[in-house]
């Protein structure tokens, strides 16, 4: 886990960390390979560095669904 970068908008990254702690209860719960992963996380570290983990996924999600003009589908993505 490498975390979440200090550089760009420091509004952008408060954001996409409450974010995923707000998500995270339901995302752990749910039955897709990012609940999997989430779950295994949870398991093995602490509550705040899975928070800034998912945080970080997500950011680097929203950026490959920008880059390639795509909609989110958690079917297709890869934990």
């Known amino acids: ?13 408060k954001n996409l960390i409450q974010g995923a702690r707000a998500s995270l209860p ?3 719960k749910s039955d897709t390979r990012l609940g999997a992963w989430l779950r295994g996380l949870l ?3 602490h509550h705040n560095t899975v928070v800034v983990a998912l945080a970080a996924k997500m ?9 390639h003009e795509r ?3 958690p079917a297709a993505q890869a934990a």
């Open 1 to 13: 886990m490498l975390g979440i970068t200090k550089r760009g908008s420091r509004y952008l990254r």
């Open 26 to 28: 339901t995302m752990s």
């Open 43 to 45: 398991s093995r570290s």
């Open 59 to 67: 950011a680097r999600i929203v950026w490959a669904l920008l880059r």
């Open 71 to 73: 909609t989110y589908d």
